[in-house]
């Protein structure tokens, strides 16, 4: 099994940046893909990024392109999530997950203020 542990959230004004950190451990050989999903208050959970694990492919949700940026360092097996020009809507608890259909991290929250 792999086990995901997030990091890096924060308070940050709008306008700002953050990156979030998601380190794999366990049986990170069989990993496909990890992806980034975030939950706000009262709404569900929603996609956010995801990258490949061999090729990198990288796929976004249309409203974080351009701001949000997802990379990986298989040498560390960690996956990054790099916010910039963060907007009060993206406040949200963020998770990482092992796709398809894998364990999830814990979440790492995030709040902007604006």
């Known amino acids: 099994q792999v086990q995901l542990v997030e990091s890096g959230g924060g308070l940050v004004q709008a306008g700002g940046s953050l990156r979030l950190s998601c380190a794999a451990s366990g049986r990170t050989c069989s990993i496909y893909a990890i992806g980034w999903f975030r939950q706000a208050p009262g709404k569900e959970r929603e996609f956010v990024a995801a990258?490949?694990?061999?090729?990198?492919?990288?796929y976004y949700a249309d409203s974080v392109k351009g701001r949000f940026t997802i990379s990986r360092d298989n040498a560390k097996n960690t996956v990054y999530l790099q916010m910039n020009s963060l907007k009060p809507e993206d406040t949200a608890v963020y998770y990482c997950?092992?796709?398809?259909?894998?364990?999830w991290g814990q979440g790492t929250q995030v709040t902007v203020s604006s």
């Open positions: 990258i490949s694990w061999s090729g990198g492919s990288t």
């Open positions: 997950h092992l796709l398809p259909g894998g364990s």
